[in-house]
């Protein structure tokens, strides 16, 4: 974070100074303290120079560890109330402040180029793509993992300085209004949507206001005079919308004919990793992906335009021709050859020493994600190697759910699925689709809980095996993969 006083944060926040009231410690002026170091929400990770936020939580309170965090270095605390003893800006509501914060501090730093994400599935993995492409360009911010709400974005502002030139920010939505107020917060000049799926939309209620909460990207951005650039997949039926709703240059990027980034010819008959070609601005390179998965070949593209169009919109309105040049293309092909997975539990392939190997795709789960895990599981098998499908279940469906889980099911067999194992109440939908009753043998299983998925698969596993791992967070079957892949005897 760039260094700041306390006067400086209690201008960003409107807060007010409650200084330590300890013996002997005197009052020592805001202006004359200064925050050196970052934003820490654990107290263990405080050192001399940090800014403590308390969060109050369902579990524990952050005000109960603001005296341990003052201990440790922390210059003051953004706190809901004051607490005795130590230094505190209070505010009505630390998270807010927070947001605040972060907004303050991009005052400083006109020059840095920032990009949002956003989309029903693929935003984590674009957006490590993009921080492979931008590093290479200049310093970037990208986290690993996914920050994207009303905590994740400003602490993720919060680690650029004078010498970031990129910002890569994801953002999630859980309602309309959402994309706009941490819009509010982060400012972002470029902004990409990456698909309008079915995520969430138990929460949503349809695929419409989905893409209304999404469209609150597009329509934050800056108009295309004055640099500001809409990546749009030229696959979706709901990008006509989304132009619609933004006064930005729109690039488009996809699979279709039209589109200005454009990617084809995808083969992931190297084990699984997609290779294609990507072509704009009426150039082309090959290139070869050590991702797994088809469909991160949209992703790279949508990576592809964003990289591009940082340099585009120097001179507004944005124009591929003007960036997609031969030299500009091959530095975009090696950066994407080169990357590898980043954030934890998305489609991360590991090899056991007797062979069977585990697809770890258990940090989320949508219809859209399913079936892209489910190709991605066959295209790592290639034809020649045994297939598993380890599925829990989707949440946040709504209505919908048991037609999805049910779809899923069928996505099971028409791809040829050597075996299947639901796990949980949760996702007897899948099994149901799949296997129908009575089950087909022990191609199709349904058990009640991790403990018995691992008791089943451990024993039938053979070398060659290629297992996949995949739900919905709150169903947390990343500690099944994790005991599968070192050959634990419990979850």
């Excluded at 994400?117 to 290479?136: F, H, Q, V």
């Excluded at 999630?172 to 995520?199: D, E, F, K, M, Y």
């Excluded at 997949?233 to 919308?241: G, H, L, R």
């Excluded at 050859?337 to 998305?346: C, D, K, L, N, T």
Aim: with cysteine; charged share 20%; glycine share 10%.
């Amino acid at each position: 974070m760039i260094p700041m006083t306390v006067a400086r944060l209690l201008t960003a926040t409107n807060g007010q100074w409650h200084p330590s009231t300890q013996a002997g410690s005197g009052d020592v002026e805001p202006a004359a303290l200064s925050i050196t170091g970052d934003v820490q929400i654990d107290s263990r990770s405080c050192g001399p120079g940090d800014l403590f936020l308390a969060l109050p939580g369902e579990r524990t309170d952050g005000h109960d560890f603001a005296a341990a965090a003052h201990r440790a270095g922390a210059v003051a605390v953004l706190a809901a109330r004051p607490v005795d003893g130590v230094p505190c800006v209070v505010v009505p509501d630390p998270q807010r402040a927070l947001g605040d914060l972060a907004a303050a501090i991009l005052t400083r730093l006109p020059d840095l180029v920032i990009v949002g994400i956003t989309g029903s599935s693929g935003k984590t993995s674009t957006k490590d793509l993009l921080g492979e492409l931008l590093s290479r360009w200049g310093p970037t911010v990208c986290p690993i993992g996914s920050y994207n709400n009303d905590l994740g974005v400003p602490l993720t502002v919060l680690r650029a300085d004078e010498r970031t030139r990129f910002l890569v920010l994801e953002m999630g939505s859980r309602g309309v209004g959402h994309i706009s107020r941490l819009a509010r917060i982060a400012r972002p000049s470029i902004g990409v949507v990456l698909n309008i799926g079915t995520a969430h939309l138990g929460e949503f209620g349809s695929t419409e206001v989905v893409a209304l909460a999404k469209s609150e990207l597009v329509a934050a951005l800056p108009a295309a005079d004055e640099g500001g650039v809409a990546i749009l997949n030229a696959d979706d039926p709901a990008t006509p919308y989304l132009v619609g709703r933004t006064s930005a240059q729109v690039w488009t990027f996809g699979s279709a004919p039209e589109a200005d980034v454009r990617y084809a010819g995808v083969d992931v008959s190297a084990g699984g990793r997609p290779r294609f070609r990507l072509s704009a601005g009426g150039e082309q390179v090959d290139v070869a992906l050590q991702l797994v998965g088809a469909h991160q070949a949209a992703n790279a593209a949508a990576a592809s335009a964003v990289a591009l169009s940082t340099l585009a919109r120097a001179q507004p309105p944005a124009r591929v021709e003007s960036a997609a040049t031969p030299e500009r293309l091959a530095e975009l092909a090696v950066a994407l050859g080169a990357a590898r997975p980043r954030s934890a539990w998305r489609l991360e392939l590991s090899d056991r020493a007797d062979g069977v190997s585990i697809l770890n795709d258990a940090y989320n789960a949508n219809p859209e994600s399913m079936r892209a895990a489910l190709e991605a599981l066959v295209g790592v098998a290639g034809g020649s190697r045994r297939t598993w499908a380890v599925l829990g279940a989707m949440g946040e469906l709504g209505k919908t759910a048991d037609a999805e889980h049910e779809a899923v099911g069928r996505q099971v067999r028409q791809l040829g699925i050597d075996r299947l194992v639901v796990v949980g109440a949760d996702a007897v939908g899948i099994y149901a689709g799949s296997a129908g009753v009575p089950a087909e043998g022990e191609r199709f299983v349904h058990v009640p809980d991790m403990s018995a998925a691992l008791h089943l698969l451990r024993p039938r596993l053979r070398p060659g095996d290629v297992v996949l791992v995949k739900a919905s967070r709150y169903v947390g079957l990343e500690r099944l993969a994790q005991a599968l892949l070192r050959g634990a005897d419990q979850t």
